[in-house]
T-cell receptor
Framework: KNQVEQSPQSLIILEGKNCTLQ??????????LRWYKQDTGRGPVSLTI?????NTKSNGRYTATLDADTKQSSLHITASQLSDSASYIC???????????FGTGTKLQVIP | EPEVTQTPSHQVTQMGQEVILRCVPI?????FYWYRQILGQKVEFLVS????????KSEIFDDQFSVERPDGSNFTLKIRSTKLEDSAMYFC???????????FGPGTRLTVL
């Protein structure tokens, strides 16, 4: 069964600090992996998308990594800001044409 | 950022009634998706739609649900005979291809009483 597991479930960090969120998946065959940011009550917003051949991709203060061998990805947030408070969702496409599997998300809270 | 608009933003309905949720993609992307997110739970894939046909659907997308693009622009999700457990946020998304990033709409909050 295709699964996407994220850790931690929730995280509280001080403004200005860095943090790393983890994503493990069992989706096969693999097509791509995306990280989304979702504010409460809003639609997810894409941060990065990576295919099999990409190891690292950055988008401003967000850097995603992908290890397709171990089926793990991480999202690193640098110099966190209060506006980074949101849920971060790992989404893997694969295991069937256009089939997408969402992770349960990591709820990040940045405090002053 | 490319936009997807959804209407209504909030729909309240009685159990057993039919609802139609609408999605209006701004550009001419060909791939459309519907997702559901029950309060406090993860986003769940419902269906993908390409070239006016369903290309993939999940186990959730049973006979109660249907999608269509009636006028070549709006993309609709119809839920027949709604149940209490259909209460959720419903998100529409679009992409230029099945491998590109998907742009999500703001969602429709459906409340079934």
């Amino acid at each position: 069964k295709n699964q996407v597991e994220q850790s931690p479930q929730s995280l509280i960090i001080l403004e200005g600090k860095n943090c790393t969120l983890q994503c493990n998946y069992t989706v096969s065959p693999f097509s791509n992996l995306r990280w989304y940011k979702q504010d409460t009550g809003r639609g997810p917003v894409s941060l990065t998308i990576m295919t099999f051949s990409e190891n690292t991709k950055s988008n401003g203060r967000y850097t995603a990594t992908l290890d397709a061998d171990t089926k793990q990805s991480s999202l690193h947030i640098t110099a966190s800001q209060l506006s980074d408070s949101a849920s971060y969702i790992c989404v893997v496409t694969g295991g069937g044409y256009q089939k997408v599997t969402f992770g349960t998300g990591t709820k990040l809270q940045v405090i002053p | 950022e490319p936009e997807v608009t959804q209407t209504p933003s909030h729909q309240v309905t009685q159990m057993g009634q039919e609802v139609i949720l609408r999605c209006v993609p701004i550009s001419n992307h060909l791939y459309f998706y519907w997702y559901r997110q029950i309060l406090g739970q993860k986003v769940e894939f419902l269906v993908s739609f390409y070239n006016n046909e369903i290309s993939e659907k999940s186990e959730i997308f049973d006979d109660q649900f249907s999608v269509e693009r009636p006028d070549g622009s709006n993309f609709t999700l119809k839920i027949r005979s709604t149940k209490l457990e259909d209460s959720a946020m419903y998100f529409c998304a679009r992409s230029g291809s099945s491998y590109n990033e998907q742009f999500f709409g703001p969602g429709t909050r459906l409340t079934v009483l």
